[in-house]
T-cell receptor, first 112, second 114 residues
Framework: LAKTTQPISMDSYEGQEVNITCSHN???????ITWYQQFPSQGPRFIIQ???TKVTNEVASLFIPADRKSSTLSLPRVSLSDTAVYYC?????????????FGSGTRLSIRP | NAGVTQTPKFRVLKTGQSMTLLCAQD?????MYWYRQDPGMGLRLIHY???????AKGEVPDGYNVSRLKKQNFLLGLESAAPSQTSVYFC?????????????FGPGTRLTVL
């Protein structure tokens, strides 16, 4: 099971680009990288998923290098409303639910 | 569509009391999950279900029981509440099992055990 490591917390300012890196050195061939966002007093929300190279949607971009041992979630021009905890999960499709692990995540604080 | 709903939103129990948390989803998902989240921590899987009538243990199942009598509902029970069970409880559902499959979460139930 791939273990993930993320910074505990990050601070930034409105309008800046924020990059959160997740390390997953023992990622398996079948594993995908999935990011969730959790606002205070809410459940987590899926924001992006990728297998390799780059994925972009209306919320974020996900960059995955060729060796796939790390990934970077990029939030363009953040606002106060992006203050949240961001979780990086690594695992395979159709894997057992018993292996689902949410780490402690990265607490992102955006300042005016 | 309401998505995933949880009842109640808040609850205070005394040690030794029992209660049931209800989770309901209207997305026809096969898989449902119960997590707990302690302050400043990530989510830990308590129990999960891979379909109606099935349940299985997650990472931290002790002190909890679950039932999935109907596909759309997943109940979490505490038979004898303890202060260590003070936490926020989240229910989630997904169409496919596994870490890589999008889970849809409810708003959470904040439980305090005195």
């Amino acid at each position: 099971l791939a273990k993930t490591t993320q910074p505990i917390s990050m601070d930034s300012y409105e309008g800046q680009e924020v990059n959160i890196t997740c390390s997953h050195n023992n990622i398996a061939t079948n594993d995908y990288i999935t990011w969730y966002q959790q606002f205070p007093s809410q459940g987590p929300r899926f924001i992006i998923q990728g297998y390799k190279t780059k994925v972009t949607n209306e919320v974020a971009s996900l960059f995955i290098p060729a060796d796939r041992k790390s990934s970077t979630l990029s939030l363009p021009r953040v606002s106060l409303s992006d203050t949240a905890v961001y979780y990086c999960l690594v695992g395979a499709l159709y894997s057992s639910a018993s292996k689902i692990i949410f780490g402690s995540g990265t607490r992102l604080s955006i300042r005016p | 569509n309401a998505g995933v709903t949880q009842t109640p939103k808040f609850r205070v129990l005394k040690t030794g009391q029992s209660m049931t948390l209800l989770c309901a989803q209207d997305m026809n998902h096969e898989y449902m999950y119960w997590y707990r989240q302690d302050p400043g921590m990530g989510l830990r899987l308590i129990h999960y279900s891979v379909g109606e009538g099935t349940t299985a243990k997650g990472e931290v199942p002790d002190g909890y029981n679950v039932s999935r009598l109907k596909k759309q509902n997943f109940l979490l029970g505490l038979e004898s509440a303890a202060p260590s069970q003070t936490s926020v409880y989240f229910c989630a559902s997904s169409s496919i099992q596994g870490m890589a499959n999008e889970q849809f979460f409810g708003p959470g139930t904040r439980l305090t055990v005195l």
